[in-house]
């Protein structure tokens, strides 16, 4: 809710019960000013509308944000994750917020993934989808050729790989796009031939195998402290 507020425009609607409004009395302040539309609902209108146990008394309709492919890989950025056949919105929201803890620059969602905007997708991503460019729809093949024409090395995250994370690591520094698929079965070998390398996640004790968003933060957190520490060097004298 804060995170909509924070870009006017996005936030077109907001539902709120008696109880929220004295609770949360400076969002809803802060949403009419903004000029959109507030509306009191009873506490059973707004449990079907938050299709949630036990929610919060608030609901905002926020217009859509995503970004052209284009656009995104205009930018040059240098972390991007890349979600390919990934069906959970629980799973793809927490690789969002991850995503948008690891200091990247932007998410691409290829058409075979879960929505973005599906409530529980959004819900896991805690805010992050507000914070971070988020591409939806995208064709794997166009993606993995914008970002390498943006100068990104295409890193494909696999548990059977046969290198492991570890011996990426000089090239992490480097601008990259991690590529991560379905948590049941992986990335298909089409897919995998998009990325420059496939790595996987070493597992030192006896799990049989990490949970996507659990790998996903992994990868990305060792790319984003190879890239500050590379930048805490070149801005040394």
Known sequence: MREALGTPGVLTELFATGAARD??????????????????????????????????????????????????????????????????????????????????????????SVDPYNSKCVRSSAGSLFHVPVVTGA???????ALRAAGLRLLAADGSAPGVLDTAAPFLADPTAWLFGNEAWGLPPDLLALADAAVAVPIYGRAESLNLAAAAAVCLYASAARQRAAAHVTASP
């Open 23 to 112: 609770r949360y009395s400076d969002l809803i302040e802060q949403a009419a000013r903004q000029g959109a539309p507030v509306a009191g609902v009873s506490g059973e209108v707004m449990a079907e509308l938050a299709q949630t146990v036990t929610p919060q008394g608030l609901l905002a309709v926020c217009r859509f944000i995503d970004v052209p492919l284009a656009d995104l890989a205009a930018t040059r950025p240098r972390l991007v994750a890349v979600l390919a056949n990934v069906r959970d919105p629980g799973n793809a929201g927490t690789v969002l917020r991850t995503a948008d803890a690891a200091g990247a620059q932007g998410v691409i969602f290829t058409a075979a």
């Open 139 to 145: 064709d794997p093949a166009a993606a993995a050729a």
